[in-house]
């Protein structure tokens, strides 16, 4: 059994992944519409793992037997005037999300919730490859400058992830 305040913590988490989703949707749909089909790719994998992440957390809360509360997901309005731009919100993002799994685990800790502390250790290293991918990619965009070449390679490189793939085209 998980405590009221857990289960709360723990719900608004499963909303903050499915926003998640949400906001790398939106993402895809503008790579799309740009022409640059790899990035769109990238990002609808992004959204597909986003989803696993929010279910991980709702599958969890019903074993525990807690109830799983869903509340509206925000619309997600990401600015989206430049490829290295969008990349630069996704790692700010995912930074924003390490501190919101880091405060789960803080008062799993202070609950003394071992279950739920031991469970979100997957979250805590999944948010290090999380930031490491995005960063790898905003690094690369920034190398490449404005460069069309460069940014041809690199959509061609993220048009190459795989569902669930390699750490360097995760995130
Ligand atoms: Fe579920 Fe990208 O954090």
Request: aromatic fraction near 10%; hydrophobic fraction near 40%; include cysteine.
């Amino acid at each position: 059994m998980i405590s009221k305040k857990m289960q709360k913590a723990l719900n608004k988490q499963v909303n903050a992944e499915m926003y998640s989703a949400y906001l790398y949707l939106a993402m895809s749909a503008y790579f799309d519409g740009q022409g640059l089909k790899g990035c769109a790719h990238w990002m609808r994998l992004q959204y597909d793992e986003e989803m696993v992440h929010g279910f991980k957390l709702y599958d969890f809360v019903l074993e525990r037997g807690g109830i799983v509360t869903l509340e509206a997901i925000a619309k997600p309005e990401p600015v989206l005037e430049s490829t290295l731009g969008v990349f630069k919100e996704v790692l700010e993002h995912e930074r924003k999300v390490t501190g919101m799994i880091n405060e789960l685990v803080g008062l799993a800790m202070d609950e003394k919730d071992f279950a739920t502390n031991s469970f979100l250790q997957w979250f805590v290293d999944e948010q290090v490859e999380e930031e490491a991918s995005a960063e790898e990619i905003v690094q690369q965009l920034t190398m490449v400058g404005d460069s069309k070449n460069g940014l041809f390679l690199i959509d061609r490189q993220l048009g190459e992830r795989q569902p669930g793939g390699s750490a360097e085209s995760e995130a």
